[in-house]
């Protein structure tokens, strides 16, 4: 079994550089199979996602190369394919292919997405979009089957019942290439959804309303080939907020865009944590005095992102009191919990509350990284406690964080992989 192990304990300190953010990436890939010459994108983060979409596109005969962050994607030559089973049933992100294909090819088999297991996931409103644009959608098997042979995709206006980034992009795909104009109200405004919404454009699209909760979309017959670069992680810089304020001692965190992580930076300057905000970074200074307790609830952005409570948890520890978590995305989203509590926090969950005691005496343990953020949240514990944790299920880490090894090192950490025999 690979494991990620830390000798904790360490004060960090240094330079750390944002990638290319994951869930940009993940959508700007399947969309660009939607051009009809090559796309290629700039600063896509090293993610194990990111492998396994390349096979997928390579299964669909779509020619890609990857150096140094490009990837060229060339769909001249592909084919549509149906793929039930296999590598997209091992990524979320995989349900972009949904859209793309209704868009490209007005057809498609795609097997149910996988992903990290934050409880329910359900995708009725991506569905529910695809239907009033005029496709058929059958479920067969656990793979999802999509037919416009009754005539092309009509535009149309579609109210989505819950703010979902994924329902947004996927509908927005489909409706890229369809006739007439879509309205689809109620939709998800994380800065993905404008970088997405960029690349299209940039290929010819009609997309208006990016950012915004209603997005008006005149459909197209045809899309070109461009070059774009993708929008810094805003995670994966939360992620490293959490971890320079929980082990650091003056970590300056550079290429993030800071308004989209002005929530959780409200929420380090409550606790009391001193930072210094630049214009592309920012600089977490040492600090020995006691931390204040807060209350978290995460939101449709610009709220508090769901993917950040996780990577945050172990940060509470330090505050003297209790602090709170409300999950509204993901009130499943507690795998970390019994891990940290291995590790000596103080952890409750009462009706989807977390409950965090100040107690910022961890021990290293064994626990194991149930999903990406999980295992981030395990990460930050880890480098906080005494002694050594071993932290299991390493790919759910890898799936999403690029050179989280490499970056840790350089920031002094005592982090290596041990790769199973
Ligand atoms: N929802 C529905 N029906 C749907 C779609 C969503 O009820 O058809 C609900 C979900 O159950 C959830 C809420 O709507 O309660 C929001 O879900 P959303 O669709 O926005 O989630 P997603 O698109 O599947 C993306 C990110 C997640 C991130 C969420 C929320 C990708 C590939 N994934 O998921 O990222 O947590 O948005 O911001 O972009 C991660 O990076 O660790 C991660 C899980």
Not at 12 to 30: R, W
Not at 160 to 171: F, P, W
Not at 398 to 420: H, P
């Amino acid at each position: 079994m690979d494991k990620i192990i830390i000798n904790g304990g360490k004060k960090l300190s240094g330079e750390v550089t944002i990638s290319g953010a994951k869930n940009s990436t993940v959508a700007l890939i399947p969309a660009a199979i939607m051009a009809d010459t090559p796309v290629t994108l700039e600063g896509i983060p090293d993610i194990e996602d990111v492998y396994s979409l390349i096979e997928i596109l390579n299964e669909m005969n779509v020619h890609t190369e990857f150096h140094d962050g490009n990837l060229l994607i060339d769909p001249t030559e592909m084919v549509s394919i149906p793929m039930p089973s296999g590598k997209i049933n091992s990524l979320r992100a995989s349900y972009y292919f949904m859209g793309a294909l209704l868009a490209k090819f007005g057809e498609g088999v795609v097997g149910l997405p996988g992903g990290c297991d934050l409880g329910p996931r359900p995708i009725d409103q991506h569905l529910k979009g695809f239907r009033k644009l005029g496709a058929k959608v059958e479920n067969k098997m656990g793979a999802m089957h999509f037919d416009t042979s009754e005539g092309k995709l009509q535009g149309t206006k579609i109210y989505l019942d819950v703010v979902s980034v994924g329902a947004t992009l996927n509908i927005m795909f489909a409706a890229t290439k369809a006739e007439g104009v879509t309205i689809i109200e109620n939709v998800a405004r994380e800065p993905e959804i404008i970088d997405v919404a960029n690349l299209l454009n940039k290929m010819g699209a009609n997309i208006r309303g990016a950012g915004t909760d209603i997005l008006r979309i005149t459909g197209v017959d045809k899309l070109e080939g461009t070059s774009h670069r993708v929008i810094p992680d805003r995670i994966e810089a939360g992620t490293y907020l959490a971890i320079a304020a929980a082990a650091g001692e003056n970590v300056l965190i550079d290429n993030v865009i800071v308004e989209h992580i002005e929530s959780l930076v409200a929420k380090l300057d409550e606790m009391g944590i001193p930072m210094e905000i630049g214009e592309d970074s920012i600089r977490i200074l040492a600090n020995n005095k006691p931390l204040t307790p807060i209350s978290v609830k995460t939101q449709p952005y610009p709220g508090f992102a769901t993917d950040l409570q996780q990577p945050l948890t172990p940060l509470l520890l330090r505050a003297k009191g209790e602090s709170t978590i409300i999950d509204t995305i993901y009130p499943k989203r507690v795998n970390h919990i019994p891990e940290l509590n291995r590790m000596g926090a103080k952890i409750r969950v009462e009706s989807d509350v977390i409950l965090i005691s100040g107690n910022p005496q961890l021990t290293g343990a064994e626990v194991q990284a149930s999903d990406l953020r999980a295992g981030a949240s395990l990460v930050v514990a880890g480098l906080m406690a005494e002694g050594t944790t071993t932290i299991t299920g390493i790919f759910n880490i890898l799936r999403g964080y690029a050179n989280i090894v490499e970056k840790l090192t350089a920031m002094g950490a005592d982090i290596r992989i041990e790769y199973a025999e």
